[in-house]
């Protein structure tokens, strides 16, 4: 299944919105309920996702040659024939 560009592009993003929501939805609760610090716990793994997504994201497209510094010189290909004599 292949996702959209647009929303591929923004699942970093996304992950680290809804690690907010669950840190937020976490404290709005208090602290004095048990399933507030299951809340905070969640939220902190889909911010460090989130996170983690992103940078290694960058890491490859930074790995990646850029189709423009890729030299077409066809000089460098041309081979010379031996000489017969």
């Known amino acids: 299944m292949w996702i959209p560009t ?3 592009a923004r699942i970093p993003q996304i992950w ?3 690690g907010l929501l669950f840190i937020a939805d976490g404290l ?3 602290l004095e309920f048990t ?3 299951a809340y905070l716990l969640i939220g902190a793994v889909c911010c460090v996702y989130g996170i983690g997504i ?5 890491r490859y497209r930074h790995s990646q040659p850029a ?5 077409t010189d066809n000089h460098s290909a ?3 024939p ?3 004599y």
Do not use: E, K, N, W
């Open 82 to 84: 031996p000489d017969p």
């Open 16 to 18: 680290f919105l809804l």
């Open 67 to 71: 189709a423009d510094s890729i030299s």
């Open 35 to 37: 399933v507030s610090f």
């Open 78 to 80: 041309t081979v010379v």
């Open 54 to 58: 992103g940078i290694t994201r960058m």
């Open 6 to 8: 647009p929303i591929y």
């Open 28 to 30: 709005y609760l208090g």
